[in-house]
């Protein structure tokens, strides 16, 4: 019989109980090309078959009026455009011909190289002494996170964001990036050693050094108590 597994799924998740009673949904999956590319409709039915895929061992029959009942779909499910997608994989079946291997191979091979492509281009504008593993990887989070609070980064803002965290170094780049995600705030802040409030933010006194967003190079933010 067909089946097919969510890809990555084990890898996200971090579980040790076979059923969790929840699964982590990351933020990081917004800033996905082919996610975001796909139908509201086919988003949802991605969710939920992680869902039902966390109670099934990761594999599930290719039945999608089956898969649909048990998600309680009220849309048609298309499992090929969550294939295409890189959501979902096919299990290859012991009796499976060589030539299908081979073309499946061919296929995701594809997809990688153009995702990579994609990824590259991404990281055209990062300065060369952002390029480490650890800013790509938090610079895609505060992207996603940019996206989830309705404030999407300018090319504007995102120029001059990157041109104060270069002068910082990737490490505390990195630091002011997951400092600002964890605050809840819009801008990314230069760490300072004065002219801070109790909590660490910049206040009016040096917000020159915050490299804000919406509409230009500063984010003139008020400093709170």
């Given amino acids: 019989m067909k089946t097919f597994r969510v890809r990555n799924l084990e890898k996200w998740q971090h579980y040790g109980d076979r059923t969790p009673p929840w699964i982590k949904l990351h933020v990081v999956l917004l800033a996905n090309y082919d996610f975001a590319r796909l139908p509201d409709a086919s988003k949802a039915h991605a969710m ?53 291997r081979e073309q499946s191979a061919c296929v995701d091979k594809r997809r990688v190289d153009e995702s990579e492509m994609r ?12 390029k480490t593993k650890e800013f790509f990887d ?14 999407k980064i300018t ?25 600002s995600i964890r605050n809840g705030w819009t801008g990314v802040f230069e760490p300072k050693s004065n002219g801070q409030n109790g909590h660490g933010k910049p206040t009016k006194t040096n917000v020159g050094h915050v490299a804000g967003a919406d509409g230009g190079y500063f984010d003139r933010l008020e400093g709170k108590s």
């Fill in 48 to 100: 939920s078959i992680m869902l039902l895929a966390s109670q099934n061992s990761n594999s599930l029959p290719w039945d999608p009026a089956w898969i649909g009942s048990k998600i309680n779909a009220t849309t048609k499910v298309n499992l090929e455009v969550l294939v295409t997608a890189g959501v979902i994989e096919v299990k290859q079946d012991a009796s499976d011909s060589l030539a299908d």
């Fill in 119 to 130: 990824s590259e281009e991404n990281r055209s504008g990062i300065p060369e002494c952002l």
């Fill in 155 to 179: 090319p504007t803002s995102e120029k001059g964001q990157l041109a104060m965290l270069a002068k910082l170094g990737s490490s505390q780049a990195v630091e002011a990036i997951r400092t």
């Fill in 138 to 151: 938090a610079w895609q989070e505060w992207e996603a996170y940019r996206v989830e609070i309705k404030k």
